[in-house]
């Protein structure tokens, strides 16, 4: 096998490679998407009169923590599984997103 730079690659460096893109699929498989508690609050915001700015609050009585997550669009906006990659335990959940 060649890499790019025209030099010829050891079988053990080809096993190197292809066992740190092993790790990082199986970091990738991993990851946690959490189940996000009942109760939410949503609404619209004007800030101009023109334009209008969405946002839903998951978890909005909690005093923990707050992660914010902005779509900066355009396109389809946040959807309620964005929330899914904060743990509801730790965090109070803002979506936000222009409509």
Do not use: W
């Not at 998407?33 to 978890?59: F, I, Q, S």
């Amino acid at each position: 096998e060649e890499s790019k730079g025209g030099e010829e690659k050891t079988e053990k460096q080809g096993k190197e490679d292809k066992g740190e893109e092993a790790e990082e699929a199986r970091e990738i498989e991993l990851r946690t998407m959490y189940d996000t508690k009942e109760g939410y609050e949503e609404g619209t915001l004007e800030p101009d009169g023109e334009h209008k700015v969405y946002y839903r609050v998951y978890n909005p009585n909690a005093t923990k923590a707050t992660a914010l997550f902005l779509h900066g669009g355009p396109g389809a906006g946040c959807f309620p599984n964005h929330a899914r990659f904060f743990d509801p335990d730790h965090y109070r959940v803002v979506l936000v997103d222009q409509r």
